[in-house]
T-cell receptor, first 117, second 114 residues
Framework: GAVVSQHPSRVICKSGTSVKIECRSL??????MFWYRQFPKQSLMLMAT?????????EQGVEKDKFLINHASLTLSTLTVTSAHPEDSSFYIC?????????????FGPGTRLTVL | AQSVTQLGSHVSVSEGALVLLRCNYS??????LFWYVQYPNQGLQLLLK??????LVKGINGFEAEFKKSETSFHLTKPSAHMSDAAEYFC????????????FGTGTSLTVIP
């Protein structure tokens, strides 16, 4: 199957700093990528849909000024958590949408563990 | 909007016993259906998916699932549990109309007892 990478896999930062997480589709072009957040022992919560060359679409309740998404190329989307606080600590997972003849399949990255001290 | 229900947030089975993880969805049209497994601090690994065709789908690691339209279900089974099957399992659906938006169930944590 297709490969989606995330970098970094783990990050620890101080409260008030900004953290950037990269999501790359390594062997296909993805016009659409998704960002999810997962709290411990819970399911994935869709945060936003990232579209190449246009603004991201945020889900209700997700602060777009806090979670900045940039999809500058067909293989790269970035999520920047601005002025991070301890409550932003979570597991962030991205996915990339690969167009297909029958349906468009999502491929998930390995996730990024963010810890804000 | 779709909703996905996974009955049982925790399931325990003995090693060698049948694994049955339940998933029901709400949709007026047949969706695409997926099962993912997640090990601690890792991303999602696709176990199997149903898009079209045969309703009994075989996946990796000996898992299979059957799409039952009349019951709006897509239960995951494995005849004989292995210790390495202990993980979190997520059922997900996406709509045929877009094939994009994923709706995840709340997950089922599988424990395998030696």
């Amino acid at each position: 199957g297709a490969v989606v990478s995330q970098h970094p896999s783990r990050v620890i930062c101080k409260s008030g700093t900004s953290v950037k997480i990269e999501c790359r589709s390594l062997d296909f072009q993805a016009t659409t990528m998704f960002w999810y957040r997962q709290f411990p022992k819970q399911s994935l919560m869709l945060m936003a849909t990232s579209n190449e060359g246009s603004k991201a679409t945020y889900e209700q309740g997700v602060e777009k000024d806090k979670f900045l998404i940039n999809h500058a190329s067909l293989t790269l989307s970035t999520l920047t958590v601005t002025s991070a606080h301890p409550e932003d600590s979570s597991f962030y997972i991205c996915s990339a949408l690969r167009p297909g003849a029958i349906y468009n399949e999502q491929f998930f990255g390995p996730g990024t563990r963010l810890t804000v001290l | 909007a779709q909703s996905v229900t996974q009955l049982g947030s925790h399931v325990s089975v003995s090693e060698g016993a049948l694994v049955l993880l339940r998933c029901n969805y709400s949709s007026s049209v047949p969706p695409y259906l997926f099962w993912y497994v997640q090990y601690p601090n890792q991303g999602l690994q696709l176990l199997l998916k149903y898009t079209t065709g045969a309703t009994l789908v075989k996946g990796i690691n000996g898992f299979e699932a059957e799409f039952k339209k009349s019951e709006t279900s897509f239960h995951l089974t494995k005849p004989s549990a292995h210790m390495s099957d202990a993980a979190e399992y997520f059922c997900a659906v996406s709509e045929q109309s877009t094939g994009n938006q994923f709706y995840f169930g709340t997950g089922t944590s599988l424990t395998v007892i030696p």
